[in-house]
């Protein structure tokens, strides 16, 4: 054995010997430095292990330590099995100004801001590489996978694998085609900020984030996977007032938080899913029914929808209404949404009615849209319901419990009425922010921080609900003025639980009035807590069909679908008794309430419900709207940092005409992108 070992030696001695007499050079394990490719095509430092191999294609011979710069066009980079580690906050791999580059099968493993970097370069091919960050930290802030800067179009990104970076590939630049790469547990996975780009075939999973972030325009979006992330793939316009123009085709995403969201005119058909189910988007549609096996719903420009029955979960919007008109949103399930129901750019005269939303970031929310009738809908969210920059809309016998931030919020709306509904145990009950001319009667509030806070609400009436055991019954973050909190007597103000007063005449109104805050009071408090009933009637609804393969195209001559809305019945009148502490609507008398089970709701609701409530609305209100138009210029809200703001700011425009989303400005067909 010692003989053996004494024989291997010497003829490595020998080696060593000769190949150092001969010039031969010995790849050694690895090298640190930064390494430059130059114009001219030397290698600097010469001592880098690159090798120059037919005078176009450099290649590896050892692990790499550092960075490299290529600022030589029309060349392949290949790893050979070789890995690049980087040890700093700068560039894996940098190409500036240059084209025509391949950079092929390179492990890039360690500390970089950015594995492989594009900036001002064109033409350029990333293939088969392999970008995995190593911070001790897990995910670093600004650490990019695959970064292609502006003024860097055409370039090829493809069959590439990216892991626990913090954007996996984030393309700010045209012409693109990202196809068939793996993005695997980064904080954001692909992200486009360009224009006309084709985003096709690639797999992203496993985001903290979005898994595929599009926010440009005339994008191409196919047959990609988006799975177990927080979000799935999103569009998002850069200008809500222009049209994106983008195609989506065979996308599938499932078990994300949120699986879609998609913003403004794009051309989406049924072909891509959420957990399976086709994502629906219809333009110019009218007398039509949507299907129940839909997962994702938009309206654009449609007139007379239904929707009913369906359970819509864990996309940005459950459904997304934009200038959609008379149509009825009745009987479905909400839950895990962004937005559960979300209506805009002048959705007005609609029926939101007996929906259950759950577990959504905001149950529903109105904005720039008026006329509508929002009723006996259950919210339970982080964020249970807004209107905001509307008018005219009646929300009423809704139970809107068990919300963490807000129950109810009105903002910037005027001459809404805010009826009947059950607003209990949330941090701010009702929430009212540059509200005038409402009226606001027969709610109960209950068991929240704040009963109701205010800000800057004016001209509006407050009478007949009851505060019961609120933190703050009443609080005004910005001076109030003009508001009245009693309907007068007999009829009487508000219960309050904290009121301390007495009724010496037995009139069930208090002899002095109840205090809310210097300058504001409620001159007739009522001694007892109401009772409020509300039955709602059944009207028929269209049937519905399966979902189509596409989103369907406009007919011709459309069969009308009626969706009938009943009136009150004259027979049965509504009656507001402040002897008996009862608000009735279309019910008999309940049973009187008694003061240690204050403002009992019971709702008798059989289907969707188009209520009497409207008539003892009418007959609530003082003032008569002016005439004038119903949609507003936009306005801050002010609040607390703790209220956490779902509104918008921007006043959407009425979005543009066109026949159906299958009929875009471009053809799609032609505009199909593969790798």
């Given at each position: 054995m010692r003989r053996h070992i004494a024989v291997t030696l010497i003829f490595a001695l020998m080696f060593f010997a000769v190949s150092g007499a001969a010039g031969i050079q010995v790849a050694t394990s690895?090298?640190?430095?930064?390494?430059?490719?130059?114009?001219?095509?030397?290698?600097s430092p010469p001592s880098a292990p690159i090798s120059n191999a037919g005078d176009s294609i450099y290649a590896f011979t050892a692990d790499i330590h550092n960075s490299i710069v290529v600022a030589r066009s029309n060349i392949v980079v290949g790893g050979n099995g070789y890995t690049l580690y980087g040890q700093s906050l700068g560039d894996g791999i940098s190409l500036s100004g240059v084209t025509n580059v391949t950079v092929r099968n390179i492990a890039i493993e360690g500390q970089f801001e950015n594995g492989i970097h594009l900036d001002n370069s064109f033409g350029n091919t990333l293939i088969g590489n392999r970008i995995k960050n190593s911070f001790a930290n897990g995910i670093a802030y600004g650490c990019f996978g695959m970064r292609i800067d502006p003024s860097s179009p055409n370039n090829k990104i493809s069959e590439n694998t990216v892991e626990n970076c913090y954007q996996g590939i984030y393309v700010y630049s045209s012409n693109n085609n990202i196809s068939t790469n793996n993005v695997v547990d980064c904080s954001w996975g692909i992200s486009i900020y360009g224009d006309d780009n084709c985003i096709y075939g690639n797999s992203v999973s496993s985001c903290d984030n979005t898994a595929i972030t599009v926010n440009s325009f005339n994008d191409t979006v196919s047959m990609n996977t988006a799975t177990d992330s927080h979000g799935g793939i999103i569009y998002c316009s850069p200008n809500s007032a222009v049209p994106g123009n983008s195609v989506f085709r065979g996308n599938h995403m499932s078990n994300n938080a949120y699986n879609f969201g998609c913003?403004?005119?794009n051309d989406v058909d049924a072909s891509n899913t959420v957990n399976g189910k086709p994502v629906l988007i219809w333009m110019n549609q009218r007398d039509k029914v949507v299907p129940v096996d839909a997962g994702y719903i938009v309206l654009i420009n449609c007139q007379n929808i239904t929707v009913q029955n369906l359970n819509l979960s864990n996309n940005n919007e459950g459904i997304l209404l934009e200038g959609t008109t008379n149509s009825t949103i009745v009987h479905n399930v909400f839950a895990n949404n962004s937005y559960g129901i979300s209506l805009s750019a002048n959705s007005n005269f609609n029926r939101i009615l007996e929906n259950t939303l759950t577990n959504n970031v905001l149950g529903m929310h109105s904005e720039y849209s008026s006329f509508n009738e929002i009723a006996a809908n259950k919210a339970n969210n982080l964020q249970g319901m807004s209107v905001d920059s509307s008018s005219n809309n009646s929300v009423y016998a809704n139970n809107i419990v068990n919300n963490k931030n807000y129950g109810?919020?009105?903002?910037?709306s005027r001459y809404d009425n805010v009826s009947a509904n059950n607003i209990t145990n949330s941090y701010y009950g009702l929430t009212t922010s540059m509200v005038s001319h409402s009226t606001f009667s027969g709610n109960n509030i209950t068991n929240n921080f704040y009963g109701i806070y205010m800000d800057s609400t004016s001209q509006t009436e407050l009478f007949r609900n009851n505060f019961v055991n609120n933190n703050k019954q009443v609080y005004s973050y910005r001076p109030c003025s003009g508001n009245v909190w009693d309907d007068g007597y007999p009829s009487g103000g508000n219960y309050w639980s904290d009121y301390n007063g007495s009724d010496a005449n037995g009139d069930g109104?208090?002899?002095t009035p109840y205090i809310i805050d210097s300058g504001t009071q409620d001159r007739y408090p009522i001694i007892s807590p109401f009772n409020v009933s509300i039955t709602l009637t059944s009207p028929a609804y269209p049937t519905q069909t399966p979902a189509p393969t596409a989103t369907p195209t406009p007919e011709t001559n459309p069969t009308s679908t009626s969706v009938t809305t009943p009136t009150p019945s004259p027979t049965n009148s509504t009656t507001n008794n402040p002897e008996s502490n009862t608000i009735s609507f279309e019910t008999p008398t309940p049973e009187q309430n008694t003061a240690s089970q204050p403002a009992a709701f019971i709702f008798a609701a059989t289907a969707s419900a188009i209520a009497a409530i409207a008539t003892k609305e009418a007959a609530l209100r003082k003032k008569k709207q002016?005439?004038?138009?119903?949609?507003?210029?936009n306005a801050s809200h002010?609040?607390?940092?703790?209220?956490?703001?779902a509104t918008k700011t921007e006043p959407p425009q009425?979005?543009?005409e066109?026949?159906?989303?299958?009929q875009n400005t471009k053809n799609s067909s032609n505009r199909f992108c593969r790798e």
């Open positions: 690895e090298y640190s430095g930064a390494i430059t490719i130059n114009d001219d095509g030397s290698v913003s403004g005119i109810l919020l009105l903002g910037s109104i208090g002899e002016p005439n004038g138009s119903s949609t507003f210029a002010s609040f607390p940092e703790t209220i956490a703001s009425q979005t543009k066109k026949n159906s989303s299958s």
